[in-house]
């Protein structure tokens, strides 16, 4: 593996509703420092799975023009050699968030435990697109991985009842890994928690497993605490609140060979959900170790009743019913899919299926898919309150709502969610976007995990979508000889499929000085013009991910964007 | 996916063949038709011997074949296409296969995209035996064998 010179990549834009630009404060007018709750789930140079997650304290913009890291805590885990210290995790001691006067950046994490990135650094690079909020990516040539950092607005102990997911990996024989998912609901009354679970390790699933005997243990100043057991019995798990609604948890268990990250969202104050709560709406699902991605639209309804068949090009049938009640409900979809690893490869592009789903009033509820879309059949589904938005839990303005989901069948091992499809107006597929993938590819390894974020910007009505792009490729997966860059670029034309919501990006040309240029297969599922999924459906190739909108940048707005995305700057 | 390259002058252009950077031309394929759910059925499972003609790590796309890496077998019965998934090579035991060896194969024979293919799960070599894909049919990767966790029981909550 090779360890590229990394450089300071930042690209941050000066959008009305970002504090951060122009030499300002990423936080709160009045704040010195504000603590972030990060994550990430990818590949490290020893596993095939390793995750992380913490809490970082960041000061103000200094006179150096960098934002200090003062403090922080992280666990690490790979599921084999390497595990933060427990009970006290890797004290993060220092480092910095380097965000230029119009970029985006690279947040640095210099820990106590040397085992840890290069040396015990960490880096990651990071897009805001809001101040509350960035995706990153690992780019240390040590790891890659994909997750969130988001504003911790709470330390305190969570209460209320949960929806949750988790993916990792787990070993059953200690001889192998298999992939790993869960999900499941539980409520939480003063650290106490009950509630059920649906696991799967390496396809062997249980589902409906009752939570008992788990206690959140008081948060430390960092809203840092254990949560032994939630996902499985033998689990120790630490948590990291980001607010009073979300939390995040990772495996840190030492004894056993597993890990694995995760989320958990409030389900609201009193949670009574039914199957009408999942209306129209996009998901996306993957998993790097299972090596598979997917994402579509689904239109719900009650029955088949008098309804027509769909209008070609459409998936909504005429005349039928909206789903209501706690009862089946059934669903027509498209989607795109691509299960590059499965025993028999299968790429799906706009491919049309059934199915059917059923929500009970505790969030906690199955989805079938029926024949015709690869390997997929099972799904737990998980709600979540209806004024959450899963990807940016800060955001309580756009694409709220939805479930989280877990895949259930024996062959297939992921996570993802189910948001509400809200807005498919083409011309708000436009503006500034914060985009992320992660993906495997075949084309020099037999399938090794690449990274990438992207600052993209869609101008209509032609559809141009460019954008600088940062790669974590440290494996040489998808480039033989480039491991990371800061220096590539997307570009390519959206394209409206017959499908309304659905969108061809065929192909998105990836760039670079060193290894030319990559054409990428992608369909685009908008569930508003804030937020949309993508995934890569190539023979060699795939990756999954979402693109979320820089506030004050898209629709009317447009042509702000376009000249702001001028301005990246190394 | 597929490799390109800008249109550059003649002088780029040819710097670049010099400098041999491989210019792939690959089309996607993919499809809108319904896939068939392929499920690994162990009560289906052979165990055949043969010898190794040869080890593909990583297979090019000019290949055609199964991502992840492959054991080519001449057996009794034939040429064999042993497939072993995505996480074989990191195993050392299998990593160090060589043509001309005797190995051991435990899976099922299956047709994928009009070839038919052995979805290993077992290999065994040299009395040692490997797993590469679960009872299920995933890909499994191996522990590294350089720390003291033990596996994972189901039981309890699980």
């Known amino acids: 593996m090779k360890r590229g010179t990394l450089l300071v990549v930042l690209v941050a834009l000066c959008v009305s509703g970002i504090v951060g630009c122009g030499g300002g404060s990423i936080f709160r007018p009045g704040a010195r420092s504000s603590n972030f709750t990060f994550y990430a789930i990818g590949e490290d140079a020893?596993?095939?799975?390793?995750?992380?997650?913490?809490?970082?304290?960041?000061?103000?913009?200094?006179?150096?023009?960098?934002?200090?890291?003062?403090?922080?805590?992280?666990?690490?885990?790979?599921?084999?050699?390497?595990?933060?210290?427990?009970?006290?995790?890797?004290?993060?001691?220092?480092?910095?968030?380097?965000?230029?006067?119009?970029?985006?950046?690279?947040?640095?994490?210099?820990?106590?435990?040397?085992?840890?990135?290069?040396?015990?650094?960490?880096?990651?690079?990071?897009?805001?697109?809001?101040?509350?909020?960035?995706?990153?990516?690992?780019?240390d040539g040590s790891a890659t991985s994909s997750g969130s950092i988001d504003l911790q607005t709470s330390r305190a102990l969570p209460s209320g009842s949960f929806a949750f997911t988790s993916a990792g990996a787990f070993s059953t024989d200690g001889q192998t890994f298999s992939p790993a998912a869960f999900g499941g609901v539980f409520t939480v009354a003063s650290g106490s928690v009950t509630g059920s679970v649906d696991t799967n390790i390496g396809g062997e699933v249980n589902r409906s497993v009752a939570i008992t005997g788990v206690t959140f243990t008081k948060p430390d100043k960092f809203?840092?605490?254990?949560?032994?057991?939630?996902?499985?019995?033998?689990?120790?798990?630490?948590?990291?609140?980001?607010?009073?609604?979300?939390?995040?948890?990772?495996?840190?268990?030492?004894?056993?060979?597993?890990?694995?990250?995760?989320?958990?969202?409030?389900?609201?104050?009193?949670?009574?959900?039914?199957?009408?709560?999942?209306?129209?709406?996009?998901?996306?699902?993957?998993?790097?170790?299972?090596?598979?991605?997917?994402?579509?639209?689904?239109?719900?309804?009650?029955?088949?009743?008098t309804a027509k068949p769909a209008a070609k090009g459409s998936i909504v049938r005429?005349?039928?019913?909206?789903?209501?009640?706690?009862?089946?409900?059934?669903?027509?979809?498209?989607?795109?899919?691509?299960?590059?690893?499965?025993?028999?490869?299968?790429?799906?592009?706009?491919?049309?299926?059934?199915?059917?789903?059923?929500?009970?009033?505790?969030?906690?509820?199955?989805?079938?898919?029926?024949?015709?879309?690869?390997?997929?059949?099972?799904?737990?589904?998980?709600?979540?309150?209806?004024?959450?938005?899963?990807?940016d839990p800060n955001d309580t303005t756009d694409t709220t709502g939805g479930a989280l989901i877990a895949e259930m069948d024996d062959s297939l091992i992921g996570t993802g969610s189910i948001v509400p499809q809200s807005d498919i107006v083409v011309a708000d597929f436009s503006g500034t976007y914060a985009g992320g993938g992660s993906g495997n590819s075949t084309l020099f390894t037999t399938g090794d995990e690449f990274d990438f974020l992207t600052l993209a910007t869609v101008t209509e009505p032609d559809g141009g979508f460019s954008g600088p792009v940062a790669l974590s490729d440290p494996f040489e997966a998808l480039t033989d000889s480039v491991t990371l860059t800061i220096d590539a670029s997307f570009t390519g034309t959206v394209v409206p499929s017959d499908f309304a919501g659905r969108f061809d990006l065929n192909p998105l040309a990836l760039s670079a000085p060193e290894f030319g240029t990559i054409d990428m297969a992608v369909g685009i599922y908008q569930a508003s013009g804030q937020q949309l999924f993508w995934v890569e459906t190539d023979s060699d190739t795939y990756f999954g991910g979402s693109l979320e909108q820089f506030p004050g940048t898209g629709g009317a707005d447009a042509t702000k964007a376009k000249s702001n995305a001028a301005k990246w700057q190394h | 996916m597929k490799w390109r390259f800008p249109v550059l002058g003649a002088l780029a252009a040819l710097?670049?063949?010099?400098?041999?950077?491989?210019?792939?031309?690959?089309?996607?394929?993919?499809?809108?038709?319904?896939?068939?759910?392929?499920?690994?059925?162990?009560?289906?499972?052979?165990?055949?011997?043969?010898?190794?003609?040869?080890?593909?790590?990583?297979?090019?796309?000019?290949?055609?074949?199964?991502?992840?890496?492959?054991?080519?077998?001449?057996?009794?019965?034939?040429?064999?296409?042993?497939?072993?998934?995505?996480?074989?090579?990191?195993?050392?035991?299998?990593?160090?296969?060589?043509?001309?060896?005797?190995?051991?194969?435990?899976?099922?024979n299956t047709t994928v995209k009009g070839q038919q293919v052995f979805v290993t799960r077992l290999v065994q070599v040299n009395g040692h035996t490997y797993k590469v894909r679960n009872e299920h049919g995933v890909a499994v990767a191996p522990v590294s064998g350089k720390s003291n966790r033990s596996a994972y029981t189901n039981g309890g909550q699980l």
């Open chain 2, 15 to 108: 710097a670049l063949c010099l400098f041999a950077v491989p210019n792939y031309a690959q089309t996607s394929a993919v499809t809108t038709k319904s896939a068939v759910p392929h499920k690994y059925d162990i009560t289906q499972e052979v165990t055949l011997t043969g010898t190794v003609s040869s080890v593909i790590k990583a297979p090019t796309r000019e290949m055609k074949m199964v991502p992840g890496s492959h054991l080519m077998l001449a057996t009794p019965s034939g040429r064999l296409d042993a497939t072993l998934g995505k996480y074989a090579m990191r195993n050392a035991g299998v990593s160090s296969i060589t043509a001309g060896q005797q190995v051991q194969v435990t899976g099922v």
């Open chain 1, 318 to 391: 005429d005349g039928a019913p909206a789903c209501s009640g706690t009862s089946t409900c059934l669903l027509d979809a498209v989607g795109d899919l691509n299960e590059l690893f499965a025993e028999s490869p299968v790429q799906l592009v706009a491919a049309r299926f059934d199915g059917s789903f059923q929500l009970p009033a505790n969030g906690f509820g199955t989805m079938t898919f029926d024949e015709g879309f690869g390997d997929t059949a099972n799904f737990g589904i998980y709600a979540v309150d209806p004024t959450l938005n899963i990807l």
């Open chain 1, 223 to 305: 809203g840092r605490g254990t949560v032994d057991g939630l996902t499985s019995t033998h689990s120790n798990l630490n948590y990291y609140v980001v607010g009073p609604e979300v939390v995040r948890f990772i495996d840190v268990d030492s004894a056993t060979f597993d890990t694995a990250v995760g989320s958990a969202y409030s389900q609201g104050a009193n949670p009574n959900f039914s199957s009408g709560n999942i209306g129209q709406s996009v998901f996306s699902f993957s998993n790097a170790f299972t090596g598979y991605a997917a994402a579509g639209q689904i239109f719900t309804f009650e029955d088949e009743g």
């Open chain 1, 46 to 139: 020893a596993a095939p799975v390793y995750c992380v997650a913490g809490v970082v304290a960041i000061a103000n913009k200094g006179s150096n023009g960098v934002f200090a890291v003062t403090g922080g805590v992280q666990d690490y885990n790979n599921g084999d050699t390497i595990v933060s210290p427990q009970p006290s995790g890797d004290k993060i001691t220092g480092g910095n968030l380097s965000l230029e006067s119009n970029g985006t950046g690279i947040l640095t994490l210099i820990t106590n435990n040397s085992a840890v990135g290069v040396d015990g650094t960490e880096q990651f690079v990071v897009v805001f697109p809001n101040s509350n909020h960035a995706l990153i990516t690992q780019f």
